[in-house]
């Protein structure tokens, strides 16, 4: 989540790039929510990525019309493309997504806690702040006691799912 | 390949974190769209 954190740099950059998505979705015969769609797990991939890029704007255009072609690649006859780019599709995991509504469930605190940490990768300093914490130590070793908490939340279940 | 229980806490964390980007996508989206196609 390097390339932008705030909710302000998000939606600026959503301002200035979905209308380029939406127009090549629309071109190609899908919907807007098709676009809404495609669009999102473009974000989702530039968060993920690793290190910053000089143009994320041109980055999320790029990938959500390769994500587009991907999706319909049977009605495009073989279309040669990068399958190195993961979709973002939680849904193809149905156990984890199962697993997180019960971890929601029993600790939504020290899940929101550790997704800072690691899917934001934010600092200790600034998790701190947002959480409350008297300083940075105290939220690492927090993060420490929710992961054991997690861990031994999914060591009891799994076994039952 | 059996994933260990880091790894699956990891995933979770991963999917929660894409869960809460996804909500905050989709408000994000309606303050500036609504239902309106730009």
Redesign the interface.
């Known amino acids: 989540m390097e390339t932008c954190t705030t909710s302000e740099d998000v939606a600026v950059l959503y301002e200035e790039t979905f209308p380029a998505v939406a127009s090549f979705v629309s071109k190609m015969g899908g919907s807007p929510e098709d676009a809404k769609d495609i669009f999102h797990d473009a974000l989702i991939i530039l968060f993920e990525k690793e290190g910053g890029l000089e143009n994320p704007a041109a980055y999320i255009v790029g990938i959500a019309k390769h994500l587009w072609v991907r999706k319909f690649k049977h009605d495009k006859n073989r279309v040669d493309l990068d399958e190195t780019i993961q979709i973002p599709e939680e849904e193809n995991f149905p156990i984890i997504a199962r697993l997180v509504r019960l971890v929601e469930l029993a600790g939504k605190s020290c899940l929101d806690l550790l997704q800072a940490f690691y899917y934001e990768k934010r600092s200790a300093e600034s998790i701190a702040d947002e959480f409350n914490y008297s300083n940075a130590h105290s939220a690492t070793v927090q993060k420490h006691k929710c992961l054991q908490k997690i861990r031994s939340f999914c060591k009891n279940k799994i076994p039952r799912l | 390949m059996k994933a260990s ?2 790894d ?15 909500s ?3 408000v ?2 309606q ?3 609504g239902d309106k ?2």
């Open positions: 229980l880091n699956i806490v990891m995933l979770i964390v991963k999917y929660y974190g894409r869960k809460k980007l996804r905050r996508l989709e994000i989206h303050n500036l769209f196609t730009p």
